[in-house]
């Protein structure tokens, strides 16, 4: 019997790979099939085989592809860059870090486009404006800041050599990759305000000042520009730029690292000036801070003491520039002053201001109140206790030449008539109207009553010697028709004290100080009038008594923002008497039928 041979054993072989159709990749990858086709035409995921009928058969590395490909597309990579890094053609981290390079860039302008698109909405911008906003947007950082430099250069020209230009260059505008809507707002309103010739006179005033002033030994450059207020646009400037122009140029070199690199030392030399003006600007606003803070009139004789610790603390620090003064008087006075107008220019300070905001620096409060006030103490008192003087002078003789008695039994009889008109006008108002304006710009009805009993505290505590301190406070209470009384009855006692007129109180007699307080009374009694559609029914024989002193008294002091009164003004024909006095004081007066 015979047997079949048995066959050899076959070698082992691999098993043949699964080979999966286009819907079954879909399938697994979540991807279309009309997608999967495309990314396959383009070589990122080919098939592996096709069958008799031309279609595709998928080994599983294709899933695989696939799935990388799609996770680098959702990063934003284009399709030939995948395919690179699928063959292997290039390194994957280092395709990854040029592409995160390039969505940064891409989220910056994005962000930047979001920050204007919500400026635009908040501000309700136009048209043109819109526009300009686009163009920042396309704008890069080297162009924006071109558009700085060249307005600095320009408005500089042939004296941008010296530490103010060094400042305003060194503290350029730099726009962050991710602004805020503030930082966009500040810059749109940069790029208008660069734009504005009055700022770039202002800016050259400040540079020409500069140069005429430099000191003549660069050791002691520091200390004198710091003073002088325009070396490097900061010193006493009644504006902000003292302060935050030191502090964007400081800022600025702090980023950059580059002070005290030059070879001749100017950054150095330029932040050390600006931290002396910073210094100086600090302590001068803080002794007029204080005055404002008490109360204290410009232009009144009290505020000489503030203007003598100033110009104290101010004079040794201009030692070494041309005519230098040695010591307080006219001719230092008149340097303050000039020094103080100079700076006291709104564009430049709101260019500072917007600089600091733009860079991400902390912006000053504006000094434009404390240097306004600095600036009437000084046109106040041009020399050492003017005002004193003048008003001793007055207060020598018993009444304005050719002015009549006021009517009655006296003066404080017509004082309390003008009193007594005053409550009128105070009992109609009612708290409906205490957020009025009124013909005193800085308050409203309610600060305007608070000040009446202010006024009657204050002069009935001088003539009793002991005057209030508490200028800050609120004086009205929950009843301010009741705060006045009160305050008036004070007033009224004190001032009927026997040989109250006759009694000295420093060089005033205190005949005076009734005749102050009336026209105090007269003038805010017309504020009040006015603020809220009354008519004030005061004396006319009175007031007309009383017009040559307050002339007498008043007409030489400076109209001047930061003083007690504005410029007069124009009266109709046919004005009554209190009219013409309030117009006098720097009311605007409107005929009323």
């Not at 994957?92 to 979001?114: F, G, K, S």
């Not at 325009?230 to 902000?240: I, L, M, N």
């Not at 050492?384 to 003087?389: L, M, S, V």
Request: hydrophobic fraction near 45%; include cysteine.
């Amino acid at each position: 019997m015979h047997s079949e041979p048995v066959p050899a054993p076959a070698p082992d072989l691999a098993p043949e790979p699964v080979l999966l159709t286009i819907g079954a990749v879909a399938e697994r990858t979540g991807l279309p099939v009309k997608l999967i086709r495309h990314w396959s035409d383009l070589g990122i995921a080919p098939p592996a085989d096709r069958t008799e009928a031309g279609y595709r058969r998928y080994g599983p590395e294709a899933v695989a592809r696939l799935d990388l490909a799609r996770t680098l597309r959702d990063l934003g990579l284009g399709l030939s860059t995948i395919r690179d890094v699928l063959d292997r053609e290039r390194d994957l981290p280092e395709v990854a870090a040029v592409h995160a390079d390039a969505l940064e860039a891409r989220i910056r302008t994005l962000r930047l486009r979001q920050a204007v698109l919500r400026s635009v909405a908040r501000r309700g911008a136009d048209a043109a404006e819109l526009t300009a906003l686009d163009e920042l947007v396309r704008m890069s950082a080297a162009e924006r800041e071109a558009i700085v430099r060249a307005f600095v250069a320009e408005a500089l020209g042939d004296v941008g050599t010296s530490s103010f230009g060094r400042g305003l260059l060194a503290a350029l505008p730099e726009l962050p990759a991710d602004p805020t809507a503030e930082q966009v707002d500040a810059w749109c309103e940069l790029s208008a305000l660069v734009r504005d010739p009055a700022l770039a006179a202002a800016l050259r005033r400040m540079a020409e000042y500069a140069a005429r002033y430099a000191p003549a030994d660069a050791s002691t450059a520091h200390a004198s520009t710091a003073g002088n207020g325009a070396e490097d646009g900061h010193g006493t400037g009644a504006g902000s730029q003292a302060q935050n122009g030191s502090q964007a140029q400081n800022g600025s070199q702090a980023q950059d690292g580059s002070q005290a690199q030059d070879g001749d030392g100017s950054q150095a030399e330029d932040r050390s000036q600006a931290e002396a003006a910073e210094r100086l600007t600090d302590a001068w606003v803080r002794r007029v801070s204080a005055a404002m803070d008490g109360g204290l009139a410009p232009d009144s004789p009290a505020a000489d003491a503030v203007v003598t610790a100033v110009v104290a603390e101010w004079l040794p620090l201009q030692s070494g520039t041309p005519g230098a003064p040695d010591r307080d008087g006219p001719a230092a006075r008149a340097r303050l002053l000039e020094q103080l107008e100079m700076a006291a220019d709104a564009r430049a300070e709101r260019y500072w201001q917007l600089v600091c905001v733009i860079n991400g620096l902390p912006v000053r409060p504006s000094l434009a109140p404390a240097g306004a006030w600095l600036i009437t103490a000084l046109r106040t008192n041009p020399t050492p206790g003017a005002r004193a003087t003048a008003l001793e002078a007055l207060y020598d003789g018993d009444a304005a030449p050719g002015a009549p008695e006021p009517p009655g039994t006296g003066l404080v009889d017509a004082f309390a008539s003008v009193l007594a008109e005053v409550e009128r006008l105070v009992t109609a108002v009612g708290p409906d109207r205490f957020g009025d304006p009124t013909p005193c710009a800085d308050w409203d009805v309610r600060a305007l009553l608070d000040h009446l009993v202010w006024e009657n505290l204050i002069w009935a505590g001088l003539a009793e010697g002991s005057p209030p301190t508490d200028h800050g406070a609120d004086h009205l209470g929950a009843d301010p028709l009741a705060a006045f009384r009160a305050a008036a009855s004070a007033t009224m006692t004190a001032f009927r004290r026997p040989g109250m007129l006759e009694r000295r109180y420093g060089p005033a007699p205190g005949r005076r100080l009734v005749e102050q307080l009336l026209i105090e009374m007269l003038v805010h009694g017309w504020d009040l009038a006015m603020a809220t559609g009354q008519r004030p029914g005061f004396a006319e024989e009175t007031v007309e008594a009383v017009l040559p002193s307050v002339r007498e008294i008043y007409g030489a002091l400076p109209r001047t923002p930061g003083g007690s009164f504005a410029p007069e003004a124009p009266v109709p024909d046919g004005s009554s008497a209190t009219d013409r006095l309030a117009a006098f004081l720097g009311r605007r007066v409107v005929r009323t039928p």
